[in-house]
């Protein structure tokens, strides 16, 4: 069973970094490419970065372009998202997702292209 849980969300100041962690389980890492979505209230899930485990490319949304980094620890079997500089409007839902990718080149911030998903963990910047 593919399993992702998510954690190092919590609050933090405007202008501060948090680093969340994204553990999986129950797949090879490296044959799956990752992205991280967040979502806020009312919302559509936006996917922000992702990741192909396999051959290290990234890409970002142009909101967190600079301000966030996508990496992963293949053994560790996790992916992260370091997120610097954060504003208030950063608050929301942060989820991470993955898709089997072996034998393709996923790097996709559409939510239609990941089956797998996590519970989310919440991320608040105070002002």
């Known amino acids: 069973e593919v399993l992702l849980v998510e954690s190092g969300g919590g609050l933090v100041q405007a202008g501060g970094s948090l680093t969340l962690s994204c553990k999986a389980s129950g797949f090879t890492l490296s044959d799956y490419a990752i992205a991280w979505f967040r979502q806020f209230p009312g919302k559509e899930r936006e996917g922000i970065a992702c990741?192909?485990?396999?051959?290290?490319?990234?890409h970002y949304a142009d909101s967190v372009n600079g301000r966030f980094t996508i990496f992963s620890d293949n053994a560790k079997s996790t992916v992260y998202l370091r997120m610097n500089s954060l504003k208030p409007e950063d608050k929301a839902v942060y989820y991470c997702a993955a898709e089997y990718s072996v034998g393709y080149y996923i790097v996709s911030l559409r939510s239609a292209t990941y089956k797998n998903w996590g519970q989310g963990t919440q991320v608040t910047v105070s002002s």
């Open positions: 990741i192909s485990t396999t051959h290290g490319a990234t």
